[in-house]
Each structure stands twice: as C-alpha cells, then as structure tokens.
C-alpha cells in the first residue's frame, strides 16, 4: 500500500494528461476563431473608413461639378442677355435710319 497512493497519482495525472491532451486542439481553435473575429472586425472598420473617404471625394467632384455648371449657365444666360441688348441696340439703329431715310425723302 505504500506505493498506491504513488500509483493512483500517477494514473490521475496519466488521465488529467490525456483529457488535457485532447483538449488542447478545441483551445487553439477557439483562439484562432477569436483572433479571425479580430482581424475581421478591424477590417471592416478599414473598409468603411476607405468607404467614408471615398463617399467625400465623390460629393467634393459632384459638388465642383455643380458650381461648375451653375457658373456656366450664368456665364450663359449673360451672353443670352448681351445679345438680346445688342440686338434691340441695332433695332434702334436701323429704326433711327429708317426715320433719317424718310425724313430725306418728304424734304426732297
């Protein structure tokens, strides 16, 4: 009896040995799904930030792009206008010719 206890140790630290044996695979798996989880979330965070980055240079072109448009149809709708002063400027003209032209012709 004086070595049973020696032996049951043995065969108790022989089974924790086993048991924990048989476990180490389920540990590193579940730290390697931990670590995935990790490695997924922060890139997602990095996507959404490119995304975030991305979504501001597309409005910064768009609204360039407006101001640009805006700028043009004004730009337009003066040219519009000078033409429109400048043809009523020759109307007068012409008008002040035809008025010259008939003065000449009752005086002569």
């Not at 630290?13 to 924990?20: E, H, M, R, T």
């Not at 004004?74 to 400027?89: A, C, F, H, I, T």
């Amino acid at each position: 009896m004086e070595h049973g206890y020696l032996i049951l140790a043995i065969l108790a630290l022989l089974f924790i040995g086993i048991y924990g044996y048989s476990y180490v695979p389920i540990i590193l798996e579940k730290r390697k799904e931990k670590q995935l989880k990790i490695e997924q979330v922060e890139l997602q965070e990095v996507r959404k930030k490119d995304n975030l980055i991305k979504q501001e240079l597309r409005d910064e072109r768009l609204n360039k792009s407006l101001k640009r448009s805006a700028e043009i149809r004004k730009e337009l709708q003066r040219l519009e206008q000078m033409k429109k002063n400048r043809g009523s400027l020759f109307e007068d003209e012409l008008n002040q010719m035809k008025v010259e032209k008939m003065k000449k012709q009752q005086a002569g």
